[in-house]
């Protein structure tokens, strides 16, 4: 049980004396809920489209999610739910109850830049969920996703004041960036870096360990404070990239997707008229740009392009299995009709795998496309843990069905999403399909009106800016009860809206990125360039998937809604406009170390990406002095995994050096002689030669054993999380040649790393030599 503190200036309650005997003792008051207060159970799924779940179509019901379809049969389904086209965003709107350019998040944080709307920053003074809860008297946890900590601040010594136990959580199990393998994640226990309970060789899934960390932890709060309620946030890796799923699982779906997505699409949209998820005279759209027919494929790219669908249905039905042994539990203890259980995707579906699909998806980050033949030949890896796929931008618009365009644009394929809401002690008209116009910014002012708990002046004795979301309360006890608000707008890389009272104004911004991602001919592209972009403007309380548009028609109203736009977006910090994408990797920003050209290390360490040395294209070198007995294998030093990086290894008594380029080609030697016992100096070095491209030379006691010719490097992003590790490979492996974990046996004494005019290797006669610019 917490308790109050003692109001600063207020009376002691008690009575001091000389002596105990004549003193009363006094305890400050303990934090307790509201009488009657449920529990709470969020539950984020991560690029969901709106018709992919069962009760919102299951494409035409060929995706099986029973567990998700009980919920909404017991409970709600809105279908007129919105939230930002990106995730951190999201995240953060739905957490703090504001819009996410208010709090600094107009993207996800790994492109912050220097402007508030951007800067990733969260302020104190708009408090989120879990603080909020936990000052009345709830037990606090998250799991999974969190991408809501400054990219630079994601280290092992933080800091940590934006982390999830700082934010109001009183325990975290998780991942801290965007996205992580299913199957070897980066995790993180509270502020301490862990390693998986075991292998994907051992049947070990991310899903499944979440789930099984919360059930274990709300055992484990009922043990101790049984008449305390819980906020549970579980936020799924599921359905962001890379699609992983067992194989099994993905079997199940073999041949369900033949038909192609021009029919399915079809079917799908007459099963949510059915289903009552979309108006009864809801249009299907044309197909977005950069969508092909899909008998215009031939026999073989069919089949790439079936098999990713397989690999994401697969996934979706684990992760709804997932989902109902959590739900199981909470019902077996009874908990299930007192607790408020919503269920919400954070974006549409994502069209970041292009026109054909990706592998790896670190493919489109690095905006280099993939070979549809060499997906081919590698399609039985598809969903294991040798890939890190994305399907194709056709089945994201087949998966958005009805509505137009994908994660990141602003039309409601971005920004529509399935919300299911469970609270059986609270809803009158389980299976209802309500119509009431929500967003994000809505879920922390309804569950404190829930849960009966005031909106707060101070938190943690900060003073609290208003909430811009509203309580969706009597939309969730009555029918008829009112939508949450009159005005939204929206915004993400230039993409733009404004919805007001059943009317919307969109437009669509086409910059080099957007046309990249969705397969549009790149010469459309006008950067920078927003007087180009054609407003348009729907009235979506009768035109559900955006079909007719009636900009030429209503010029005046168009007008006045493009200037509520821009009124909506100087209140709320989203200019200036930025349309730039995966290159604001390379922004200027703080960083969690200050740029230097020389790193040293004396013990063993793990980084992350955004603290590690920045080795992008440049020349740089590694230097290890390690003491080395006969059997004693591992990475030296390692940097990033199989989808970009480089690994300095002892394997079979010699020195390796490998380089892996975007999970498609790795450049890897040995020495040919053995190591001999005692201690050593082995490194190498990276010449750059050309754009992301050089020669490798390794050392071994100041002797060149080991060069590799015309090295390729990723050009933008090494990997999505795995930086630097000294002393080991243990999330993911770089190389082929060895499985993760790979610790080093010996003793690394020493490592240096030295950037341009500092690469350095040690000389045979002990001088230091300098590499060849």
């Not at 008229?273 to 979309?278: F, R, S």
């Not at 943690?460 to 939508?483: H, K, M, N, Y």
């Given at each position: ?45 991560d690029?969901l ?53 208010a ?38 946890m998250?799991?999974?996703?969190w ?16 982390w ?128 092909r ?15 990713q ?22 019902r ?43 997906m ?65 910014i ?5 569950l ?9 002046q101070t ?26 608000r ?9 993409h ?72 909506e977006?100087e ?66 030093v ?74 390729r ?61």
């Open positions: 049980m917490s308790y109050e503190t003692y109001p600063a200036g207020s009376p002691y309650p008690g009575e001091v004396a000389p002596t105990v005997q004549e003193s009363r003792p006094a305890w400050p008051a303990p934090r307790t809920a509201p009488d009657g207060a449920p529990n709470v159970v969020t539950i984020v799924l690029d489209g709106y018709a992919q779940i069962g009760c919102f179509g299951g494409l035409g019901g060929r995706i099986e999610t029973p567990h998700l379809d009980r919920l909404a049969a017991e409970g709600l389904r809105f279908r007129n739910f919105h939230v930002t086209p990106l995730c951190s965003p999201t995240r953060a709107a739905l957490l703090t109850g504001r819009n996410a350019h709090v600094g998040v107009g993207s996800i944080m790994e492109y912050a830049t220097g402007f508030p709307g951007y800067n990733t920053m969260i302020p104190d003074e708009t408090a989120m969920t879990p603080a909020i809860l936990r000052e009345h008297g709830y037990s606090t998250a799991l999974g996703k991408h809501l900590t400054p990219d630079a601040e994601n280290g092992p010594w933080g800091p940590f004041d934006r999830p136990l700082a934010k109001g959580f009183d325990r975290f199990y998780g991942f801290l960036p965007g996205e992580t393998s299913q199957w070897a994640p980066e995790l993180w226990r509270d502020h301490h870096r862990v390693e998986a309970p075991a292998g994907p060789e051992d049947g070990y899934h991310l899903s499944a360990d979440l789930v099984d960390t919360a059930c274990s932890w709300i055992d484990e709060q009922n043990a101790v404070t049984p008449d305390k309620p819980y906020y549970l946030y579980l936020a799924f890796g599921a359905m962001h990239a890379p699609h992983h799923a067992p194989r099994e699982w993905i079997e199940r779906y073999r041949g369900c997707f033949d038909e192609g997505w021009d029919v399915i699409r079809r079917e799908t949209l007459e099963r949510q008229i059915e289903l009552g998820v979309v108006p009864p005279d809801t249009r299907l759209a044309d197909h977005n740009d950069g969508i027919p899909w008998d215009s494929f031939s026999a073989q790219e069919q089949r790439v392009l079936c098999r669908m397989e690999t994401f249905a697969g996934f979706l039905a684990h992760t709804d299995h997932q989902i109902g042994r959590l739900v199981e539990m909470l077996e203890r009874g908990d299930l009709d007192d607790t408020v259980l919503a269920v919400v995707a954070d974006n549409g579906a994502s069209a970041e795998g292009g026109p054909h699909g990706l592998f790896h998806e670190l493919s489109y980050f690095n905006r280099s496309p993939e070979d549809i033949a060499e081919d030949r590698r399609l039985d890896e598809w969903g294991g843990p040798t890939s890190h796929p994305h399907y194709a931008a056709g089945w994201a618009e087949t998966g958005n069905t009805p509505n137009r365009w994908y994660k990141t644009t602003c039309h409601e394929g971005g920004t529509r999403v399935p919300l299911i809401v469970h609270w059986p002690a609270g809803i009158a008209d389980p299976g209802a399909v309500r119509q009431q116009y929500g967003h994000a809505d879920l922390l002012p309804t404190l009106d829930l849960a009966d708990i005031q909106v707060p938190v943690a004795g900060v003073e609290q800016r208003p909430f811009d979301g509203a309580s969706l309360r009597t939309a969730i006890t009555e029918a008829s009860g009112e939508p949450s009159s005005v939204q707008y929206f915004e993400c890389f230039g733009r809206a404004v919805w007001r009272d059943g009317w919307k104004a969109v437009a669509l911004h086409v910059s080099s990125t957007h046309a990249f991602r969705v397969g549009m001919d790149p010469a459309l592209a006008h950067d920078g360039d927003y007087d180009r972009d054609m407003w348009e403007l729907y009235r979506v309380d009768e035109d559900f998937s955006e079909t007719r548009d009636l900009a030429a028609e209503e010029p005046e109203l168009l007008r006045e809604l493009v200037d509520l736009w821009w009124s977006a209140r709320n910090q989203v200019l200036p406009l930025d349309d730039r994408g995966s290159v604001r990797f390379n922004e200027p920003r703080p960083q969690a170390t200050l740029p230097r050209e020389v790193y040293t290390y004396s013990s063993r360490v793990m980084l992350g990406r955004s603290s590690s040395p920045d080795l992008r294209n440049r020349t740089f070198s590694v230097t290890a002095e390690i003491d080395w007995e006969p059997g004693q294998e591992g990475a030296v390692s940097y990033g995994n199989f989808a970009g990086g480089f690994s300095l290894f002892v394997l079979d008594d010699r020195l390796h050096v490998a380089f892996a380029y975007l999970g498609r080609q790795e450049f890897a030697a040995a020495d040919e002689v053995p190591l001999s016992p005692g201690r050593h100096v082995m490194g190498f070095a990276f010449e750059r030669t050309d754009d992301h491209v050089g020669t490798v030379r390794a050392f071994l006691d100041g002797e060149e054993r080991v060069r590799l010719e015309q090295v490097t990723n050009p933008i992003l090494w990997s999505a999380g795995q930086g630097l590790q000294v002393g080991g490979d243990s999330i993911s492996s770089v190389s082929r040649a060895y499985r993760s974990p790979f610790d080093f046996r010996g003793d690394v004494r020493s490592v240096r790393i030295g950037l341009d005019e500092q690469a350095t290797v040690p000389g045979d006669d002990g001088r230091i030599l300098a590499v060849q610019q």
